[in-house]
C-alpha cells in the first residue's frame, strides 16, 4: 500500500490527530498561556475540527496557533502531503510542482514551501566534533550577489560555508556575504567543540582560525590534492553535488533573501538521511515536530 494511502493525508480530522500527537507529544499545551491540565476538547457541531479550550485563559485553541500552520486555510491533511514530499524528494520539489499535486494556487505552494523549510531549519548552535570527532568545512558558490555583474571568479556568487560532523553525520550551512576571517572565524568558535580535528582544503580564510582546535588538517586543492588519509573534504563535496543539482534542476533561482532557507532544506535533508537510517516517514515527522514557534509571514517573505 502506498505510504500516501495513510488516513491523515486524505481525512482532516486525522490529519489534526497525527499533528498533535507530535507536536503536543509531551501532552496538550495552551499556546496561549501554557497551561498544560485544565483544558479540553469542544465538539460542538459548529466548531472547527481540532478546537480545545483553555480552562485557565479562557480561550479556544488549536495546535496550529504558534506553528507554521497558523491562520492557513490549506487544510492540515493537505500540509502533511506537502511535508511528506518535500521531505521525501532529495533534490527538492519545485512549488510548480506541489501547486500541480496538491490542488493549491501556485502562490499557496509557494508559500507553503517556504514555511515548511522555516520548519526544517535548525537553530541549534555547536556541537559540531563533540568528544574530539571530525569536521569538515569548505564553501560553494551560487547564482549571484544582488547588485553584482557577472564576472571571473567566485566574487559575483552568493556564498556560503558549511560544516559537517563526520561522526554524527549533522549539517549545518551559513550563508556569508565575504569569505574571510572576520566572517569565518565566529562560524566556526561558535558551532565546532574545540577538542575536534578540523578538515578543510587551503583557503587562506581558515589557516588562522584553525588554530583555535585540536588539530586542523589541510589538503591542498591547487596541487590537485583531494584525499591525504583522513584529511579530506569529499564528504562535503558530496553534499554540495546533490544541493547544485537540486538548485539549478529543480528550484532553478534562489533570490539571496530566502537562500538560507533553501539551505536549511537541504542540510535537514541531508542530516536525517537514509544512510542514517532515517525513512522517509520519520524524516517528516522530524519536520512536523519543528513546526512549533516558526510562523512566517506572507508580506515578510514574499520577493517581487
Same mark, same amino acid.
Given at each position: 500500500?502506498?505510504?500516501?494511502?495513510?488516513?491523515?493525508?486524505?481525512?482532516?480530522?486525522?490529519?489534526?490527530?497525527?499533528? /498533535?500527537?507530535?507536536?503536543?507529544?509531551?501532552?496538550?499545551?495552551?499556546?496561549?498561556?501554557? @497551561?498544560?491540565?485544565?483544558?479540553?476538547?469542544?465538539?460542538?457541531?459548529?466548531?472547527? !475540527?481540532?478546537?480545545?479550550?483553555?480552562?485557565?485563559?479562557?480561550?479556544?485553541?488549536?495546535?496550529?496557533?504558534?506553528?507554521?500552520?497558523?491562520?492557513?486555510? =490549506?487544510? +492540515?491533511?493537505?500540509?502533511? $502531503?506537502?511535508?511528506?514530499? +518535500?521531505?521525501?524528494?532529495?533534490?527538492?520539489?519545485?512549488?510548480? $510542482?506541489?501547486?500541480?499535486?496538491?490542488?493549491?494556487?501556485?502562490?499557496?505552494?509557494?508559500?507553503?514551501?517556504?514555511?515548511?523549510?522555516?520548519?526544517? *531549519?535548525?537553530?541549534? !548552535?555547536?556541537?559540531?566534533?563533540?568528544?574530539?570527532?571530525?569536521?569538515?568545512?569548505?564553501?560553494?558558490?551560487?547564482?549571484?550577489?544582488?547588485?553584482?555583474?557577472?564576472?571571473?571568479?567566485?566574487?559575483?556568487?552568493?556564498?556560503?560555508?558549511?560544516? =559537517?560532523?563526520?561522526?554524527?553525520?549533522?549539517?549545518?550551512?551559513? =550563508?556569508?556575504?565575504?569569505?574571510?576571517?572576520?566572517?569565518?572565524?565566529?562560524?566556526?568558535?561558535?558551532? !565546532?567543540?574545540? @577538542?575536534?580535528?578540523?578538515?578543510?582544503?587551503?583557503?587562506?580564510?581558515?589557516?588562522?582560525?584553525?588554530?583555535?582546535?585540536?588539530?586542523?588538517?589541510?589538503?591542498?586543492?591547487?596541487?590537485?590534492?583531494?584525499?591525504?588519509?583522513?584529511?579530506?573534504?569529499?564528504?562535503? /563535496?558530496?553534499?554540495?553535488?546533490?544541493?547544485?543539482?537540486?538548485?539549478?534542476?529543480?528550484?532553478?533561482?534562489?533570490?539571496?533573501?530566502?537562500?538560507?532557507?533553501?539551505?536549511?532544506?537541504?542540510?535537514? *535533508?541531508?542530516?536525517?538521511?537514509?544512510?542514517?537510517? !532515517?525513512?522517509?516517514?520519520?524524516?517528516?515527522?522530524?519536520?512536523?515536530?519543528?513546526? =512549533?514557534?516558526? *510562523?512566517?509571514?506572507?508580506?515578510?517573505?514574499?520577493?517581487?
Amino acid at each position: 500500500m502506498s505510504i500516501l494511502s495513510r488516513p491523515e493525508f486524505h481525512n482532516e480530522e486525522a490529519a489534526y490527530a497525527y499533528v /498533535e500527537a507530535r507536536v503536543w507529544a509531551n501532552g496538550r499545551v495552551c499556546p496561549h498561556c501554557g @497551561e498544560t491540565e485544565r483544558t479540553g476538547k469542544l465538539g460542538g457541531k459548529s466548531t472547527r !475540527i481540532g478546537t480545545y479550550k483553555c480552562y485557565a485563559c479562557r480561550k479556544p485553541f488549536t495546535v496550529k496557533i504558534g506553528t507554521i500552520f497558523e491562520a492557513s486555510h =490549506v487544510p +492540515m491533511n493537505l500540509w502533511l $502531503q506537502a511535508i511528506y514530499l +518535500m521531505c521525501a524528494s532529495k533534490k527538492g520539489i519545485s512549488s510548480n $510542482q506541489l501547486h500541480r499535486t496538491l490542488g493549491v494556487t501556485l502562490k499557496t505552494a509557494w508559500f507553503m514551501s517556504h514555511r515548511i523549510r522555516e520548519a526544517m *531549519r535548525d537553530d541549534t !548552535i555547536g556541537g559540531f566534533g563533540a568528544g574530539g570527532g571530525a569536521v569538515e568545512v569548505d564553501e560553494t558558490f551560487i547564482g549571484r550577489e544582488p547588485g553584482t555583474k557577472p564576472g571571473r571568479a567566485y566574487h559575483h556568487k552568493m556564498k556560503v560555508v558549511r560544516l =559537517v560532523d563526520r561522526e554524527t553525520g549533522r549539517a549545518k550551512s551559513i =550563508v556569508v556575504d565575504k569569505l574571510t576571517i572576520a566572517a569565518i572565524a565566529p562560524i566556526l568558535r561558535e558551532n !565546532i567543540a574545540r @577538542e575536534a580535528t578540523l578538515y578543510t582544503d587551503e583557503a587562506l580564510h581558515y589557516r588562522k582560525p584553525g588554530k583555535a582546535f585540536a588539530a586542523h588538517g589541510v589538503v591542498e586543492h591547487g596541487k590537485d590534492e583531494y584525499v591525504r588519509g583522513d584529511v579530506h573534504t569529499n564528504t562535503i /563535496e558530496g553534499f554540495f553535488s546533490i544541493f547544485k543539482r537540486g538548485m539549478k534542476g529543480v528550484y532553478q533561482h534562489c533570490g539571496k533573501k530566502h537562500l538560507h532557507r533553501y539551505m536549511a532544506e537541504f542540510d535537514f *535533508r541531508y542530516s536525517n538521511r537514509a544512510a542514517l537510517e !532515517i525513512s522517509d516517514s520519520v524524516r517528516a515527522d522530524f519536520a512536523i515536530k519543528g513546526v =512549533v514557534g516558526k *510562523r512566517v509571514l506572507y508580506r515578510d517573505s514574499f520577493v517581487a
